[in-house]
């Protein structure tokens, strides 16, 4: 059975730090796509970043220079370092596996910032 697993969201000020982490299990992790999304209430899972299985990262506009993502294979985790955080961050923020024709998701954590 796959299974994502996040964990590391919660309540932070502006311009703070959370460092969210996706624990998964079930597929050979080291060969997926490792994706991070958001959404908000009403609206469609928006992408902020991937990280291949080589390594190579892209990034939503909005999140460039603020938020990194980074993978560990050994602990099948991959990781969303989120610094300078907005208001408008506040979402649920889900992570994804894919390759090939597979498509996993996890069930979310929710990161809400707010003073």
């Known amino acids: 059975q796959v299974q994502l697993v996040e964990s590391g969201g919660g309540l932070v000020q502006p311009g703070g730090s959370l460092r969210l982490s996706c624990v998964v299990s079930?597929?050979?992790?080291?060969?997926?796509?490792m994706g991070w999304y958001r959404q908000t209430p009403g609206r469609q899972r928006e992408f902020h970043a991937r990280?291949?299985?080589?390594?190579?990262?892209n990034y939503a506009d909005s999140v460039k220079g603020r938020f990194t993502i980074s993978r560990d294979n050994a602990k099948n985790t991959v990781y969303l370092q989120m610094n300078n955080l907005k208001p408008e961050d506040t979402a649920v923020y889900y992570c994804?596996?894919?390759?090939?024709?597979?498509?996993?998701w996890g069930q979310g954590t929710q990161v809400t910032v707010s003073s």
């Open positions: 994804r596996a894919t390759r090939a024709f597979n498509d996993y």
């Open positions: 079930g597929i050979s992790f080291s060969i997926y796509t």
């Open positions: 990280i291949t299985s080589d390594g190579s990262t």
